[in-house]
């Protein structure tokens, strides 16, 4: 049974750092791309960056690039966003999901399983 578990959100000052952590099970990391979508009260969810053995590391989002980074552990079979320097404007529900392929996509439709989500709230 696939399953995506994230855990690590919580409530951050600007300027200050999270580490997001998407734990898979029923799959391996090696056959399929996982990726780190965002999704903000009234917008549209929005691709971050994701990770895979075809594409290595793609980021999506420039609002994020430089402070964002995407990597996994493949032995815990556990991905993770490390996110710095996080702004007020971070502040969303983060989700991870995986690709029905083997590489990176920013397209939401391509990504058939996701996890339930986790929040972080930047604010002073």
């Known amino acids: 049974q696939v399953q995506l578990v994230e855990s690590g959100g919580g409530l951050v000052q600007p300027g200050g750092s999270l580490r997001l952590s998407c734990a898979a099970s029923?799959?391996?990391?090696?056959?399929?791309?996982i990726g780190w979508f965002r999704q903000a009260p009234g917008k549209e969810r929005e691709a971050l960056l994701c990770i895979s053995n075809y594409d290595g590391n793609k980021n999506y989002a420039d609002s994020v690039k430089g402070r964002f980074t995407i990597s996994r552990d493949k032995g815990n079979n556990t991905v993770y966003l490390q996110m710095n320097n996080l702004k007020p404007e971070d502040t969303a529900v983060y989700y991870c999901a995986r690709t029905y392929y083997y590489y990176c996509s920013g397209y939401a439709q391509r990504f058939d399983y996701w996890g339930q989500g986790t929040q972080v709230t930047v604010s002073s």
């Open positions: 029923g799959f391996s990391l090696d056959a399929n791309a």
